[in-house]
């Protein structure tokens, strides 16, 4: 697929996709969403990327849904409207579910579907000037697509607040409500993703694939149930050739293989 409205580029073992709509401070319409679909449906299946650091071009990072979409769409039946919203889902669903680490670079406005993103990441780096807000409520609608990504990442205390209000927040409150993980200058923001990104290419490949998949299964399950799969998984991983290859190379005190000398 040629894409228009998202630049992306893979450079050795991190992916990078950066919104390109920054005229309309990259808000996202059908276009922004079969190419992002596409994007991580395409990630997914490159067994020797590492990381993929996600991004939005010039003043912000992202100002939610396209309203003019919206407003377009809020003609047409109720179908349409219904696949419309499954097909932004898929989205967010294919970013949550990337079998790599997802880091969000953000800086400027994030409101509405941009914290949808967000909240898919594992990692976020905040611009301490970002504005944040789950925005929706003052459109007269609800964060409904992004509820279940953010209500997971936030909580629902927060979401409530957050939902009802529709208020907009700093970086500051981001961090403290567990929406971004890091909040740096903006001067900072690319050498603080080349850092993460640097920590995850020197984590055994495996492993780093296997710990995403490992939180997002335990989330869902009881303690009891959360403890029962744990002892096969671990049991499974040391005999793997990476756990014992991790292993060995510390007690030999040398890097393991998965780290080029
Ligand atoms: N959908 C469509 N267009 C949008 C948009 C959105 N979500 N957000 C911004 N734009 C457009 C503006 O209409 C404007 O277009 P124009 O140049 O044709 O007038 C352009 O992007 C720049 O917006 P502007 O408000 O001038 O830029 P800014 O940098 O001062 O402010 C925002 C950026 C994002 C803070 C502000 O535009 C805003 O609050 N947008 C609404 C976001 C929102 O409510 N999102 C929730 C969607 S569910």
């Known amino acids: 697929m040629v894409y228009t409205t998202i630049r992306t580029q893979i450079s050795g073992p991190v992916a990078r996709v950066s919104l390109n709509r920054p005229e309309v401070r990259n ?19 490159d067994g020797d990327l590492r990381a993929v650091v996600l991004d939005g071009e010039g003043k912000s990072f992202c100002a939610g849904a396209d309203l003019e979409w919206m407003q ?19 989205m967010f669903e294919a970013i949550d579910r990337a079998p790599i680490p997802v880091i969000a670079k953000v800086h400027g406005a994030v409101l509405g579907g941009g ?5 898919c990441a594992d990692i976020v780096v905040a611009s301490e000037s970002c504005v944040f807000g789950l925005t929706e409520v003052k459109l007269g609608i609800i964060p409904a697509v ?14 409530r607040a957050l939902f009802m209000t529709g208020e907009r927040f700093s970086a500051s ?18 050498s603080t993703v080349a850092r993460l990104a640097g920590e995850l290419v020197t984590s055994g490949p495996v492993a780093a694939r296997e710990a995403k998949r490992w939180v997002s299964m335990v989330v869902q399950m009881t303690k009891v ?5 744990a002892a096969q998984k671990i049991a499974q991983l040391r005999a793997s050739p990476e756990g014992r290859e991790g292993i060995t190379a510390f007690l030999e005190k040398r890097k393991p293989s998965w780290i080029a000398s």
Do not use: W
């Not at 808000?27 to 299946?45: G, H, R, S």
């Not at 509820?147 to 205390?157: E, H």
């Not at 409150?173 to 690319?190: F, K, N, Q, T, Y």
């Open 225 to 229: 149930e959360a403890s029962a799969h």
């Open 146 to 159: 992004i509820s279940p990504f953010v209500v997971s990442k936030i909580g629902g205390s927060h979401a």
């Open 27 to 45: 808000a996202f319409n059908q276009t922004v969403i079969a190419e992002m679909t596409d994007f991580f449906a395409e990630l997914a299946v």
């Open 72 to 90: 377009r769409m809020s003609g047409y039946t109720f179908d349409e409207n219904r696949d419309d919203a499954v097909r932004m889902s898929s």
């Open 173 to 190: 409150r981001a961090a403290a409500i567990g929406l971004v993980h890091h909040v740096v200058p903006e001067s900072e923001l690319e």
């Open 115 to 119: 914290c949808g993103l967000v909240s």
